[in-house]
T-cell receptor
Framework: QQQVKQSPQSLIVQKGGISIINCAYE??????FPWYQQFPGKGPALLIA?????SEKKEGRFTISFNKSAKQFSLHIMDSQPGDSATYFC???????????FGKGTKLTVNP | DTGVSQNPRHKITKRGQNVTFRCDPI?????LYWYRQTLGQGPEFLTY????????KSRLLSDRFSAERPKGSFSTLEIQRTEQGDSAMYLC????????????FGPGTRLLVL
């Protein structure tokens, strides 16, 4: 059973465009939602994270939007750059557990 | 660079052999995690240590898998009697406790079982 569903599987955008990746979850005990970026041959690196008491968090060109009632959250990458080309994973963690549950990932390609 | 380090980076072994991987966390981090990542999937949690105590284990961690963190610093993950289905990237992560949730991942050890 996949606890965090991520879409799309792959995404191609032009330089300067907006990249949007969506995730949905079922477990209402989740209380921490990070996004990780992974380049080939590297481990995942934290981009940005949010807790469900806020609806939006912005850090530079990266924004998380969170909809608690719909149990959905999304990553927006503004002014996408070729260097943003990577695989992006959403994840979730419930209180009382240290386990991060990851989505299947979205491979983003930003064309110059 | 004082990030999480993992050794070896690549391991090829024959089915039935035992393998051991090592993870060195960021020096002041007392929490250490192991995940497994297969091609086209997100990382899957295996186990977690706080200092030397193993506090959480996934059902994915079968009897053939054992992890240790004897002095609360580095950790080892051993797979006995490897199977082809064990082929994956094994990722280690570490974090500070006291409410700092960010898990910092190492580069991983890629295992291929022939």
């Amino acid at each position: 059973q996949q606890q965090v569903k991520q879409s799309p599987q792959s995404l191609i955008v032009q330089k300067g465009g907006i990249s949007i990746i969506n995730c949905a979850y079922e477990n209402t005990a989740f209380d921490y939602f990070p996004w990780y970026q992974q380049f080939p041959g590297k481990g995942p690196a934290l981009l940005i994270a949010i807790r469900p008491d806020v609806s939006e968090k912005k850090e530079g060109r990266f924004t998380i939007s969170f909809n608690k009632s719909a149990k959905q959250f999304s990553l927006h990458i503004m002014d996408s750059q070729p260097g943003d080309s990577a695989t992006y994973f959403c994840a979730a963690r419930s209180g009382g557990s240290e386990k991060l549950v990851f989505g299947k990932g979205t491979k983003l390609t930003v064309n110059p | 660079d004082t990030g999480v380090s993992q050794n070896p980076r690549h391991k090829i072994t024959k089915r039935g052999q035992n393998v051991t991987f090592r993870c060195d966390p960021i020096s002041e981090h007392n929490r250490l995690y192991w995940y497994r990542q297969t091609l086209g999937q997100g990382p899957e949690f295996l186990t977690y240590f706080q200092n030397e105590a193993q506090l959480e284990k996934s059902r994915l961690l079968s009897d053939r898998f054992s992890a240790e963190r004897p002095k609360g610093s580095f950790s080892t993950l051993e797979i006995q009697r490897t199977e082809q289905g064990d082929s994956a990237m094994y990722l280690c992560a570490s974090s500070l406790s006291a409410g700092r949730e960010t898990q910092y991942f190492g580069p991983g050890t890629r295992l291929l079982v022939l």
